[in-house]
């Protein structure tokens, strides 16, 4: 073996010992509640595909469609040729669902993240971000060179804090501006299922002079009036300076999105180098996420919402039946469609998720680097396609696993 791949052996080592070893599974079917892997049939906890619209009918047919009329490759970055019709379309609709003045769509919501922190903060800034960020704002805010700091999980004392900190060491930057200080949260934490204290923020953000971004990005879809995200249901859209979210997860296709008044959209089409720098989302995608989106805002998109609240509720209801310790925003009265289990041990996790696979259950196992070592858990997602009996299966399911694990903990 070379001394390449030697090297890279000895790193896969260590992560097998640590029980963090993973590997891919390829779905022989598309994203739905029954999954087939191997040949295998499962019912699914693991998609976020909350509202069912990743496999919809009417998304399939506005993609084929598009493919008829665009084709299936963007063929240019969208500054050079590659914005085509569909690209438009879609970013009409985004800011008219949003409620913005304007929408810019990226290849991704990562790409969204890396574009949107990179083009507004330079080495003088400062970001400021909830110790449970998505990797893609962590990234972001490394690649952008602003100071980066963190405060607890929804910690508003220690955001205070750092806000003090940052307007203490407020310099004239090089251009001449002064520091910028950009708070980032997400709304619905993905790996927690909790939910950002978003007013608060918005209080403290405008008390200190900084600016605020939210990703949506477990949010849209699912929450407020029009089903915008939480910052309608909170109220505070006008209020955040950058919303951010994906096309991946509620809505049921691909890409990212940035949200905003006309004047930020038209400095990300001038200085997002993700945005700039690679090849327009191709037309299908763009035109099945325009198609997830007029379903989100139509009777279809309410039933299907409330058919996601309705399974999350029985969900909620079934665990603490089976004292079973969930996540900390059931405490809070907040809700999400996701649900952790939380386990603690890498290994056990793994155990048990493979006892529930056993038992024709496919929940993931969430572990370190995704969430801190020792806080390994099992992430229940709850979609508008699931049945009450699913979720009955899945408590089942569970009951026998927690009871299979006893047993294999007692002494011989
Ligand atoms: C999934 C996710 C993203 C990234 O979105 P993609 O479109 O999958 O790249 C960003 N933020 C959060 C909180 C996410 O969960």
Redo the contacts with the bound molecule.
Sequence with gaps: MSEFLAELSEDLNSIRQQGLYRELRALESPQAPRIRIAGREYLSFSS?DYLGLANHSRLKQTAIDAIEHFGAGAGSSRLVAGTLAPHQDLEQALAQFKGTEAALCFC????A?VGVIGALLGRSDVIVIDKRA?A??IDAARMSGAKLRAFAHNDLDGLEHILQWANGNSVRGSGGRSTRVLVVT?SVF?MDGDCGRLAEIVELKNRYGAWLMV?E??ATGLYGEHRRGLAEAYGIGDQIEIQMG????AVGS???YIVGARILIEFLVNRARSFIYSTAPPPAAVAAARAGIEIIQSDEGARRCRAVWDRVAELMDGLSRLKRPTNSAASDGSKSAIIPLLIGDEGEAVTIASALRERGVFVPAIRYPTVARGAARLRLSVTADHTSADIQQLLTALAQADEASRQDALPN
């Excluded at 994906?246 to 997860?249: G, Q």
């Design positions: 976020n991704s919501g990562y790409a993240a998505h893609c704002i997400e993905s990703d990005a477990h994906t096309l991946s997860k691909s890409g990212g």
